[in-house]
């Protein structure tokens, strides 16, 4: 039940310029504007909006611009993977939502990755953190929405996450193994047979542990502890896997999260509305975990298409979704609305002419004009939007 009593269904303009934004991270142009807004509002019984939402799901600058953000999430910058390593490993996430690869293979292919990361560039993972400590803090907090931090060293003050969970989930992580980057940039991933990792608490080997399950069913000779967390981190026994993924989709398309921050979930952090999120939840896993299914249904909603000029009644309204929140446009989009709206095209070392700021693999070597705005180095998995413009209009 609403709190607030909601405001209508935005214009027209409002809509094209915000799924645009939203879902292709570009300003449309003056003649899509105007051919959507000159268009009826129903052709062969299908409204215009599902149809624009339908198309630009399809076109390439969407797969572009969510691997931008995925970019961010994974800290995919040279530092780490290397010069050529940074492009293959874009490639491959431009190319996963490209084909709207399932998220749950998504997951299973970056976890269980190794051999070359040239040849298979989802072994770069693995050289996005340090040690099992950083994988597992890393992967907890991407895909299970969990900030382990505080229990490295005492259990966590707030929540129920011990200290012997902490080196538990990292277990996972500590027979993996990296040679040193050759002279091209490229190392080899592998796992070792036998390995463990200490929780300094007890000072015996930590054994491996799995959130709301306990100790891990690892069989006799299965040396790759990576196959269980990943079996188990997409299976039906852990309910935050398709949680934490649609809670992110809807975040990233309004705003603000249903639970937000969108990788803070805890007892203490609870939804705005959990049976929004529960239906969300459900319907991730009934499609085959389709993010295009889920990101469809969000921006066909009539949540999503509520206009952004408040009212009398909402106006003070935050986490109940009455009405649209006007929206930071980050630093790539504001250079390329601003190359759009100029025609002198931004130019980048190396990248081909017509390379888009929402297409750079990478923070380093990008113009100081996307850093003053806000564009993250990607030290960690958040961004910052610190320096950004309001998009009055979005």
Same mark, same amino acid.
């Given at each position: 039940?609403?709190?607030? !009593? ?10 094209? /310029? ?13 003649? %899509? ?11 062969? %019984?299908?409204?215009? /909006? ?33 010069? %050529?390593?940074?492009?293959?490993? =874009? ?39 340090? @040690?099992? !400590? @950083? ?34 989930? +990292? ?20 796992? +070792? ?29 299965? +040396? ?8 188990? !981190? ?31 979930? /805890?007892?203490?952090?609870?939804? +705005? ?19 295009? =299914?889920?990101?469809? !249904? ?17 106006? /003070? ?78």
């Amino acid at each position: 039940q609403l709190k607030y !009593l909601p405001s209508e269904r935005c214009g027209d303009y409002e809509f094209i /310029r915000r799924v645009y934004l939203d879902v292709l991270g570009v300003l449309p142009t003056i003649k %899509e504007v105007e051919t959507f807004v000159a268009a009826a509002p129903q052709t062969d %019984e299908v409204d215009k /909006r599902t149809r624009l939402i339908d198309e630009v799901l399809e076109r390439p600058e969407y797969a572009s611009f969510w691997a931008l953000k995925w970019g961010d999430l994974l800290r995919l910058t040279r530092i780490q993977v290397g010069d %050529e390593g940074v492009y293959k490993y =874009h490639r491959w996430l431009r190319n996963a939502f490209a084909a709207n690869m399932p998220y749950d293979r998504f997951v299973r292919e970056l976890l269980t990755a190794g051999g070359s990361t040239f040849v298979n560039p989802t072994a770069n993972y693995f050289r996005g953190a340090n @040690g099992p !400590l @950083g994988l597992m803090e890393s992967t907890t907090q991407v895909f299970l929405g969990a900030r382990l931090q505080c229990a490295k060293c005492h259990n966590h003050p707030y929540e129920r996450w011990t200290q012997a969970n902490y080196y538990g989930i +990292a277990a996972f992580f500590n027979r993996i193994q990296r040679t040193k980057p050759d002279k091209s940039g490229n190392l080899v991933v592998w796992v +070792a047979r036998q390995g463990e990792l200490n929780d300094p608490n007890s000072g015996q080997p930590a054994v491996p542990w799995l959130p709301m399950t306990g100790p891990a069913p690892i069989k006799d000779g299965e +040396a790759d502890r990576r196959v269980v967390l990943a079996r188990w !981190l997409v299976g039906e026994d852990n309910p935050l896997f398709a949680r934490v993924e649609v809670n992110r989709l809807w975040a990233w398309v309004w705003g603000r999260g249903i639970i937000e921050p969108a990788d803070d979930f /805890r007892a203490s952090n609870p939804p +705005a509305n959990p049976e929004l999120r529960n239906w969300l939840e459900a319907e991730f896993r009934r499609s085959g975990f389709d993010r295009r =299914h889920i990101l469809r !249904l969000i921006l066909a909603s009539r949540t999503y298409q509520r206009d952004s000029l408040a009212t009398g009644e909402n106006r /003070r309204d935050t986490d109940s979704f009455s009405h649209a929140l006007v929206r930071r446009m980050t630093a790539e989009q504001i250079l390329d609305a601003i190359c759009q709206v100029t025609g002198v095209p931004e130019t980048y070392g190396g990248l081909p002419p017509g390379t888009r700021a929402t297409q750079l693999p990478s923070p380093e070597g990008t113009p100081v004009f996307l850093r003053v705005f806000g564009k993250p180095k990607r030290e960690t998995s958040c961004r910052s939007e610190e320096h950004t413009l309001n998009s009055s209009h979005w």
